[in-house]
T-cell receptor, first 113, second 113 residues
């Protein structure tokens, strides 16, 4: 079945550092890929998405590129802020007519001033 | 507009009791999903509704779990004879049919003592 593997956290960074959170996936078809974010005490929010190979999703300074050849969708940001501290989930949805999400286990990001 | 709402936000119950968790999706969203977020397992899909029918129940962990949806809107997840391993945060999400973008509620934290 489908699966998503992402790096374990926590990832601890200083403000303005560069961020990369690795995500790789296994799927039988051509899934859509997502990053969701969960801020402390809040629900899951969609951060960005990409629906086909070589698409780049971007939002709030975060980017991720759908790499079919490496089955990856790494999350990157050039300069993190304290307010980016959250848990980040990589997820995929296969094209089966509806969009059940398969999630990675989540990566906690802690940014210090 | 109003987002996905869930109630109760917290529920503590004794082992062996039944519990009902409620989800109010965004108005007009015909697709509704239940997920479970637990420490050991991450985020797991439970069940998908298309209107009032549930074409995918593959994630329900046992026959103690059931869900229904009425009027194409509110959904109730019922857990009978709760066990300690049922302790988790239960998340509901909704979307327009065919859309990859799911909107999540804040979740219900269930603790079975």
């Amino acid at each position: 079945g489908d699966s998503v593997t992402q790096m374990e956290g926590p990832v601890t960074l200083s403000e303005e550092a560069c961020l990369t959170i690795n995500c790789t996936y296994t799927a039988t078809g051509y899934p859509s890929l997502f990053w969701y974010v969960q801020y402390p005490g809040e629900g899951l929010q969609l951060l960005l998405k990409a629906t086909k190979a070589d698409d780049k999703g971007s939002n709030k300074g975060f980017e991720a590129t759908y790499r079919k050849e490496t089955t990856s969708f790494h999350l990157e940001k050039g300069s993190v802020q304290v307010s980016d501290s959250a848990v980040y989930f990589c997820a995929l949805s296969d094209r089966s007519g509806y969009s059940t999400l398969t999630f990675g286990k989540g990566t906690m990001l802690l940014v210090s001033p | 507009g109003a987002g996905v709402s869930q109630s109760p936000s917290n529920k503590v119950t004794e082992k062996g009791k039944d519990v009902e968790l409620r989800c109010d999706p965004i108005s007009g969203h015909t697709a509704l999903y239940w997920y479970r977020q637990s420490l050991g397992q991450g985020l797991e899909f439970l069940i998908y509704f298309q209107g009032n029918s549930a074409p995918d129940k593959s994630g329900l962990p046992s026959d103690r779990f059931s869900a229904e949806r009425t009027g194409g809107s509110v959904s109730t997840l019922t857990i009978q004879r709760t066990q300690q391993e049922d302790s988790a945060v239960y998340l509901c999400a909704s979307s327009f049919e065919g859309s990859y973008e799911q909107y999540f509620g804040p979740g219900t934290r269930l603790t079975v003592t």
